[in-house]
């Protein structure tokens, strides 16, 4: 759990937001972000542009799972100032339609109790996409239906499993249960 902690999670966040060709200046949504990995990993790659991290945020939560955090976490990597939050529910994003260049996402589909909320989601995130928008999201169970909706809303998308050695990383980590799944794709 320390190897994930210190080194997997950090590289799984690179290999997903590798899968976005980064120009510098977008405005980009991380959806569910929690404590900002994906937020701040994103704000190292946008130096003109902004990310917006958007979560419910759970008070009680063991890991201080709360909007400052992530803007802790954004002073001690060097780009707070690229970085904001908004308390926001994936299925109801609090967000004009199109207004981002790219949507990120790190393991919320699963969190999800029903594929009717994973489906609203997953309209959400195309809804809030410029057209040309990217998106790329990783999770381990309902990425296939994910990838589904996301073209049924107007969005070109593959799924693809991670990455050889991460399959064994996690296989190891997990006692072989999870193979974790890229959702990639661009708003038509």
């Known amino acids: 759990m320390l190897f994930y ?9 690179e290999r997903l937001l590798d899968k976005i060709a980064w120009r510098g200046d977008e ?18 790659r946008v130096s003109s542009g902004t ?17 400052g955090s992530v803007l802790e ?10 970085v904001a939050v908004k308390e926001g529910d994936a299925r109801k994003l ?22 009717a909320d994973r489906q609203q989601m997953m309209c959400e995130v195309a809804r ?3 057209p040309g928008g990217r998106v790329a999201l990783v999770d381990f169970i309902f990425t ?22 991460s399959f064994w990383v996690s296989a190891i980590l997990n006692l072989g249960a999870v193979r974790t799944y890229h959702v990639v794709g661009r708003k038509g």
Do not use: M, Y
Request: one cysteine or more; charged letters at 30%.
């Open 27 to 44: 405005s980009v949504l991380d959806v569910g972000c929690g404590r900002g990995l994906l937020a701040v990993g994103a704000a190292k």
């Open 5 to 13: 902690s210190k080194v997997g999670k950090l590289a799984l966040r």
């Open 94 to 115: 609090p967000f004009a339609d199109g207004t981002f260049d790219a949507v990120v996402s790190n393991f919320v589909l699963h969190e999800l109790k029903s594929r």
């Open 51 to 67: 990310v917006t991290g958007v979560d419910v945020w759970n008070r009680h939560a063991v890991s201080d799972n709360r909007a």
């Open 144 to 165: 296939d239906e994910c990838a589904e909706d996301l073209r049924k809303f107007g969005v070109d998308t593959q799924r693809k499993r991670d990455g050889f050695l």
């Open 73 to 82: 976490n954004a002073a001690i990597e060097g780009v707070r100032d690229r």
């Open 128 to 130: 809030v996409l410029k």
